[in-house]
């Protein structure tokens, strides 16, 4: 079973502190656009890498593949 693009948003909300948060998709491969505070300071990669802590084992058991925009409130006005 694919997981929807609603259960990856929870997945992300429930370990990262978003002001933002969409994602779209098809059961294996995502879109998200995430404004957090906590991207402040941050280099791209860095970004990511709290993202992919937020979703932890699911990145690799139940998404294929995912694509980011990373933004701190700021950048998303």
Do not use: W
């Amino acid at each position: 079973m694919f997981p929807t693009p609603d259960q990856i948003k929870n997945y992300i909300a429930s370990g990262l502190e978003c002001t933002h948060l969409e994602v779209e998709g098809d059961g294996q491969h995502f879109t998200a656009v995430i404004v957090s505070q906590a991207f402040a300071g941050k280099r791209l990669i860095q970004r990511h890498q709290l993202v992919y802590a937020a979703l932890g084992d699911r990145m690799r058991e139940e998404i294929h593949a995912l694509s980011m925009k990373t933004l701190t409130p700021e950048e998303f006005q």
